[in-house]
């Protein structure tokens, strides 16, 4: 397949996004260093990509001022809305309990160290900005709380994350964009869309434990295909599995720290993977809900970005990376995306408009920028600390994974310890944690954890981390 240089590709990137309105005429276009940096490409990239749109005549130089949005020639036309693949309807198979035993036993516990959240500790989230956002939009329009919001969400927050988007070299217009009750809603919505129940879903292995509950409560089939946290699903299994006589109707691929692996997928096997799915018929939803937390500058490609069919559900969340407790996340699905509004309207209408005014009111600003870059550089340390810990204070043999950004840290213990009695033990201690076990329908895992690192270091945490230890010892 013949592949365009990189300026051209980025010229038609941004093209798109001007052609759609993301970028509106008379907006100022991406500086020159700003998009070195986003970009990663060299000086010389970047003059080039401004040439090739000034000569398509939709960017226009301004003395000392720099680079203009012009009127765009003509709008594209829109694809077809395509039907959701023909479904076929086999028989339903339950799966999964255990995950819900975990949680109960968690609820039932007091917990005073809780390394099972994969959220960051409230300290490290912007909340008095928020709150100050907050009350600045109620002051400027006092009937925000009686107004019903639009099906689709606010299009402050819509053009907000559509704009960010770019950067990641995904396009995702704003109109295409529905806000919607944290990933889980989005994902929820894009498995509604394109399947029906008793179809069947892959998932990597290890997986989210939720991806597992929300397939059960959808009465969806589950097949589970290895991944690593080197480089993410194994692109052979997946290719061996969707070449089976078995339809696999969706996949959902976290490529942007995997959790619970951490693993990050490099472009390549990015490109290959939807185009992979696009050959074999199979929906590609993609789970982007740690992206952002990335050590590094320079956002990560999304799976969206090589998407040239429009087939690729796009799905993230605000939740782990700013505010928890406003529950925001966006669903950009396409093809589907018609579908998807019906059914968000239908399950539970448009989210609550004060938290998208206040969020998007800072996204807007410089400071989210900043914030993000304050958190990404907590997050390594706290990281670093607790992998030292760990290291210093379980048994030998241990192995702990070196994710390159996020929250958690993926633990291989001695193939003899038994992760679920480490849970029961640790909570018996008010310490909780992850088991292996609930990231996947198999056995694989029941010797690994899932440690969330959101809380700063502190002595409480790592005398909990020697009880743990001493716990894992004491089952050699
Ligand atoms: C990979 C992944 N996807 C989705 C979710 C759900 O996200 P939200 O809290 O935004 O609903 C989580 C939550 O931990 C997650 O880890």
């Given at each position: 397949m013949h ?8 010229a ?11 970028l ?19 000086l010389?990239?970047a003059?080039?990509v ?15 001022s720099?680079?203009?949005?012009r009127q765009?020639e003509?709008?594209p ?25 975990v949680?109960?036993?968690?609820q039932?516990a007091?917990?005073?160290?809780n390394?099972a959240?994969?959220?960051?500790a409230p ?6 900005i ?7 939009a ?10 019903e919001?639009s099906?689709?969400?606010?299009l ?16 995702l217009?704003?109109e ?12 929820t ?15 990597e ?6 991806l ?13 295909v ?7 699903i194994n ?5 061996q599995?969707?070449q089976?006589?078995e339809r696999?109707?969706?996949?959902i691929?976290?490529p942007n ?8 997928m ?9 185009q ?6 199979t ?8 992206g952002d ?20 559900i ?8 700013l ?7 966006w ?13 968000k ?17 800072f996204?807007k ?8 870059r ?12 607790m ?10 043999g ?7 950004g ?6 291989e213990l001695?193939?003899?310890?038994s992760?679920m009695?480490l ?6 201690a008010?310490?909780?944690?992850s088991?292996?076990d ?8 029941s ?12 002595p ?12 894992l010892?004491k089952?050699?």
């Amino acid at each position: 397949m013949h592949t365009p240089p990189l300026y051209r590709q980025l010229a038609d990137h941004y093209l798109d996004a001007i052609r759609s309105g993301t970028l509106k005429t008379g907006e100022r276009f991406p500086s020159i260093r700003l998009m070195m940096e986003k970009h990663a490409v060299s000086l010389s990239t970047a003059v080039q990509v401004c040439r090739e749109l000034e000569d398509c005549g939709v960017l226009e130089a301004r003395p000392r001022s720099g680079n203009y949005i012009r009127q765009p020639e003509a709008a594209p036309k829109t694809a077809p809305t395509a039907s959701p693949a023909d479904l076929d309807s086999s028989v339903y198979v339950g799966i999964h309990p255990p995950v819900s035993a975990v949680f109960k036993a968690g609820q039932r516990a007091t917990v005073k160290v809780n390394f099972a959240s994969a959220y960051c500790a409230p300290s490290l989230y912007p909340l008095k900005i928020l709150q100050d956002h907050m009350a600045k939009a109620l002051r400027r329009d006092a009937h925000l709380l009686d107004a019903e919001g639009s099906t689709c969400g606010h299009l402050a927050l819509r053009s907000v994350l559509a704009r960010r988007a770019l950067t990641a070299k995904a396009h995702l217009p704003a109109e295409k964009i529905v806000i919607t009750h944290g990933a889980t809603e989005a994902l929820t919505l894009a498995l509604r869309a394109v399947t029906q129940p008793g179809d069947t879903v892959a998932v990597e292995s290890p997986t989210f434990y939720g991806l597992l509950q929300m397939l059960e409560s959808l009465h969806l089939h589950v097949r589970e295909v290895p991944a690593t946290a080197q480089s993410g699903i194994n692109l052979l299994a997946l290719e061996q599995l969707l070449q089976s006589p078995e339809r696999i109707h969706a996949l959902i691929v976290m490529p942007n720290l995997q959790n619970p692996l951490g693993s990050i997928m490099p472009d390549a096997n990015k490109a290959r993977l939807v185009q992979l799915c696009a050959e074999h018929g199979t929906v590609l939803i993609e789970d982007d809900t740690f992206g952002d937390l990335v050590d590094t500058e320079q956002p990560l490609s999304t799976l969206k970005y090589w998407d040239r069919g429009d087939t690729v559900i796009h799905c993230a969340s605000l939740n782990k990376t700013l505010a928890p407790g406003m529950r925001l996340g966006w669903i950009s699905a396409g093809k589907w995306h018609e579908r998807v509004e019906m059914l968000k309207h239908s399950q539970s209408r448009g989210c609550e408009v004060l938290s998208q005014l206040a969020v998007s009111a800072f996204m807007k600003t410089p400071s989210y920028e900043r914030y993000l870059r304050r958190l990404r550089k907590t997050l390594t340390q706290q990281r670093q600390h607790m992998s030292t810990a760990i290291t210093r204070y379980f048994p030998t043999g241990t192995c702990v994974s070196e994710p390159r950004g996020g929250t958690l840290l993926w633990v291989e213990l001695p193939s003899h310890c038994s992760a679920m009695r480490l849970f029961h033990e640790g909570l018996k201690a008010g310490i909780q944690i992850s088991p292996g076990d609930i990231f996947s329908n198999g056995q694989r895992f029941s010797h690994f954890v899932r440690m969330g690192c959101g809380a700063p270091y502190s002595p409480k945490i790592d005398e909990a981390l020697a009880t743990l230890g001493q716990l894992l010892k004491k089952q050699e």
